[in-house]
């Protein structure tokens, strides 16, 4: 029996960037199982010079695509739409045309990547972490088991999809700006407390090589953290603000509070895309260390 194809329209305001960078990466993963489509509330009539450059660069589909109303797909003739996504917080709120086939419907909001100011480099990195962050709810989307799901459950699916994906992105970045941050702090540490040297700069070395790693997500989602002197400088305003405690005081203190970077690793982990997982994994495992070295550093002080 042939598996079926769901038709799947991308909407936002002018179909000039992200619905078209949505529509060109579900046709490419989809692999015939989906038929995209992208229209516009206020289309501007033609697509937007990045977009295509973009497309053309990665060896994305760029045949037929084009800025158009969204009253075409609400036109007689038109194709029924299983599923309808917004990908702007304009279209998601106008009223939209009544759509053949009753489709299921979820907000993807992502950033403007056309309403960028800067250099052209600056313009083409939004492009890009446009394209990555639709690429990644688009992949999500397609192992959903589509044909098996009731509609409820489909319309939860959809819908968390575009919750999660941008839930993601922001923890990874907060991650890597905390990894920093922490090198810095156990390298402070470490200058405060010169008879535990060795052990603080250990723990710095940990949380440079956990952010390292994070590095590989920040460069491919083209994520902007804080730079690395504004992060240093947090790192050791945390140590200034521990004031004068015994540094076996300050090791308790991280003992109770580190476990929830543990549970926030964790959580990256079941909401990142299955490429991620080795990056995501080591995240957690090398959290989970620093703790145990913790608590081993404390044990082994006993009252001294």
């Given at each position: ?223 902007q953290p804080q730079s690395q002197a504004e992060l240093a400088e947090r790192g050791r305003r945390d140590t200034r603000a521990e004031g004068n405690l015994h540094w076996r005081e300050l090791l308790q203190q991280s003992i109770q509070s580190y476990p929830r970077y543990v549970d926030e690793f964790r959580a990256l982990e079941a909401i ?33």
């Open positions: 029996m042939a598996q079926r194809s769901y038709n799947v329209l991308f909407l936002c305001t002018g179909n000039s960037a992200r619905s078209i960078l949505a529509e060109s990466l579900l046709n490419h993963w989809g692999h015939g199982r989906f038929q995209a489509y992208s229209a516009g509330s206020f289309p501007k009539g033609q697509v937007h010079p990045l977009t295509t450059e973009l497309l053309t660069q990665i060896r994305l589909p760029t045949a037929g695509l084009r800025s158009k109303s969204w009253d075409e797909f609400a036109a007689p003739g038109a194709p029924p739409l299983d599923f309808i996504f917004t990908v702007c917080d304009d279209a998601a709120g106008e009223v939209c045309p009544v759509w053949p086939g009753h489709p299921l419907s979820a907000h993807w909001g992502v950033e403007d990547p056309a309403a960028v100011e800067g250099t052209d480099d600056e313009k083409r990195a939004a492009f890009r972490r446009v394209l990555l962050e639709l690429e990644n709810r688009i992949k999500l989307f397609i192992n959903l088991p589509v044909a098996t799901l009731d509609r409820m459950t489909l319309q939860q699916h959809i819908e968390a999809i575009g919750r999660e994906s941008a839930k993601y992105t922001s923890g990874v970045l907060a991650a890597y700006e905390d990894e920093v941050a922490g090198a810095a702090y156990f390298d402070a540490l470490a200058s405060v407390y010169p008879q535990k040297s060795a052990f603080f700069g250990k723990c710095a070395t940990l949380e440079r090589a956990t952010a390292s790693r994070l590095e590989e997500l920040i460069r491919k989602y083209h994520l990142g895309p299955a490429e991620d997982q080795p990056v995501l994994a080591a995240l957690t495992a090398h959290e989970v260390q620093l703790i145990d070295w913790l608590r081993e550093a404390v044990a082994a002080a006993g009252d001294g």
